[in-house]
């Protein structure tokens, strides 16, 4: 049996495609898969597997050498179990840049494409199957590309990854602002997270320089209330810093989905540091304002540099 799963945190996207794949292998392929999560889900994922009536899927607490799997949403070891080297990689499927460090005991099948969601590179790879998509399916799927794109506010988003969406809320006639809209309420409810567990909820770790940086981000409709918890967050990083020995800092920002803005606490010296480099602003405070800044992928990773 064939375990599909994404990164640690996971999100819409990385939950709904691992369950996507092992969907299209059971049905249109001659393997049997099963698909997996690496961690707790947040609220927009839960929500979105209620409404279109599609189970969890099980925590993957270990692979071994024995497992045969699929790797989703992400090419990058640090996202994924230590061991991961040591399973039969049969395929990756991604839309994020190569990071590199994966290794293969075998060839092995490998699709990595310049768009917003991993969900639309699987529309692409399906093939005319998505003319039979079912639509529990075809929900999942315009979830993972609503909540990668931020309904079409990303920088990330291709003419492509909208075209894809528009047909699939056509076969389920759902309005795409609407359902968006759905979604965003429930990525925004927060209220029963811990300060650790916003950190987690969206979170990916990355080396500047001779440092290695957690970059966390929190995406809402209302970043009042995550920002009210600062002090809370702040103590939390440093708890987690403790903890997480190839970690030198953590960097947490907080997404306004609909001022397309983002807020990030600036709470140490390499903080602001980063920050000040990366974005060219001055920090006078334990918290700076980027506007237009929404995306992880395109607008925070890749200008990231140290002083």
């Given at each position: 049996?064939?375990?599909?799963?994404g990164?640690?945190?996971?999100?819409?996207?990385?939950?709904?495609?691992a369950?996507?794949?092992?969907?299209?292998?059971?049905?249109?392929?001659?393997?049997?898969?099963?698909?997996?999560?690496?961690?707790?889900?947040?609220?927009?994922?839960?929500?979105?597997?209620?409404?279109?009536?599609?189970?969890?899927?099980?925590?993957?607490?270990?692979?071994?050498?024995?497992?045969?799997?699929?790797?989703?949403?992400?090419?990058?070891?640090?996202?994924?179990?230590?061991?991961?080297?040591?399973?039969?990689?049969?395929?990756?499927?991604?839309?994020?840049?190569?990071?590199?460090g994966?290794?293969?005991?075998?060839?092995?099948?490998?699709?990595?494409?310049?768009?917003?969601?991993?969900?639309?590179?699987?529309?692409?790879?399906?093939?005319?199957?998505t003319?039979?998509?079912?639509?529990?399916?075809?929900?999942?799927?315009?979830?993972?590309?609503?909540?990668?794109?931020?309904?079409?506010?990303?920088?990330?988003?291709?003419?492509?990854?909208?075209?894809?969406?528009e047909?699939?809320?056509?076969?389920?006639?759902?309005?795409?602002?609407?359902?968006?809209?759905?979604?965003?309420?429930?990525?925004?409810?927060?209220?029963?997270?811990?300060?650790?567990?916003?950190?987690?909820?969206?979170?990916?770790?990355?080396?500047?320089?001779?440092?290695?940086?957690?970059?966390?981000?929190?995406?809402?409709?209302?970043?009042?209330?995550?920002?009210?918890?600062?002090?809370?967050?702040?103590?939390?990083?440093?708890?987690?810093?403790?903890?997480?020995?190839?970690?030198?800092?953590?960097?947490?920002?907080?997404?306004?989905?609909?001022?397309e803005?983002?807020?990030?606490?600036?709470?140490?010296?390499?903080?602001?540091?980063?920050?000040?480099?990366?974005?060219?602003?001055?920090?006078?405070?334990?918290?700076?304002?980027?506007?237009?800044?929404?995306?992880?992928?395109?607008?925070?990773?890749?200008?990231?540099?140290?002083?």
């Amino acid at each position: 049996m064939i375990k599909v799963f994404g990164h640690i945190s996971p999100d819409t996207d990385t939950t709904g495609c691992a369950i996507l794949w092992a969907w299209y292998l059971n049905n249109h392929t001659g393997h049997q898969a099963t698909p997996y999560v690496l961690g707790t889900l947040n609220k927009e994922t839960s929500f979105v597997l209620s409404h279109w009536g599609v189970a969890e899927p099980s925590l993957l607490e270990a692979i071994s050498a024995d497992d045969e799997v699929v790797i989703v949403d992400t090419n990058n070891p640090q996202e994924l179990f230590e061991n991961i080297n040591d399973a039969t990689i049969l395929q990756i499927i991604d839309h994020h840049k190569l990071t590199g460090g994966l290794t293969s005991k075998g060839p092995l099948e490998m699709t990595i494409r310049p768009l917003a969601s991993t969900a639309t590179v699987m529309y692409d790879l399906m093939g005319s199957h998505t003319e039979d998509l079912p639509n529990d399916m075809a929900g999942i799927m315009l979830s993972c590309i609503l909540s990668d794109t931020l309904e079409f506010r990303s920088p990330t988003t291709t003419p492509h990854d909208k075209d894809v969406a528009e047909r699939l809320a056509t076969k389920l006639g759902v309005t795409i602002t609407d359902y968006a809209n759905q979604l965003f309420a429930a990525k925004s409810d927060v209220s029963d997270f811990t300060d650790v567990g916003l950190i987690h909820i969206d979170s990916k770790k990355y080396g500047v320089g001779d440092k290695n940086f957690r970059v966390s981000v929190v995406e809402t409709t209302t970043p009042e209330t995550i920002l009210a918890r600062k002090e809370g967050i702040v103590s939390a990083i440093k708890t987690l810093l403790d903890e997480e020995k190839d970690v030198d800092e953590v960097l947490f920002f907080v997404i306004d989905i609909f001022k397309e803005e983002a807020t990030v606490l600036t709470y140490s010296q390499l903080t602001k540091d980063i920050i000040e480099a990366s974005f060219g602003v001055t920090v006078t405070g334990d918290t700076v304002l980027l506007p237009g800044v929404v995306s992880r992928k395109k607008q925070i990773l890749p200008v990231l540099v140290l002083k």
